[in-house]
């Protein structure tokens, strides 16, 4: 059974970093698809970044150039590193992970069929 394990978040000033990982069990390494995603109370969740097993990313415009996505294989952790935070990162964040997905579709919440249970991220001004 996957079982995803998001750490990392809390409350940070406007400026600063933070950097979310996500453990993963039950899952195999061999050919993947897995993606941060976010959402605020009564919003749609938004897929923020995402990485395939081939090492390819893709981010949401509103991080690109600010978060990075990566993946130690060795610990079956997923990272997302955030830096130049903004009050609107301001959001739960939530780990998904899939075995299988098109590069049109890493960021689509409907490509996940596993997540963990979220953790939140605040940024004050």
């Known amino acids: 059974q996957v079982q995803l394990v998001e750490s990392g978040g809390g409350s940070v000033r406007a400026g600063g970093s933070l950097r979310l990982s996500c453990a993963a069990s039950?899952?195999?390494?061999?050919?993947?698809?897995m993606a941060w995603f976010r959402q605020l109370p009564g919003q749609e969740r938004e897929g923020v970044a995402g990485?395939?097993?081939?090492?390819?990313?893709k981010y949401s415009e509103s991080v690109k150039g600010r978060f990075t996505i990566s993946k130690d294989v060795a610990n079956d952790t997923l990272l997302l590193q955030m830096n130049s935070l903004k009050p609107e990162d301001t959001a739960m964040y939530y780990c998904?992970?899939?075995?299988?997905?098109?590069?049109?579709?890493?960021?689509?919440?409907?490509?996940?069929?596993?997540w963990g249970q979220g953790i939140q991220v605040t940024v004050s001004s």
């Open positions: 998904a992970a899939s075995y299988g997905c098109s590069t049109s579709d890493l960021l689509r919440r409907n490509a996940y069929p596993y």
């Open positions: 039950g899952y195999t390494y061999t050919k993947y698809c």
């Open positions: 990485i395939m097993s081939d090492t390819y990313t």
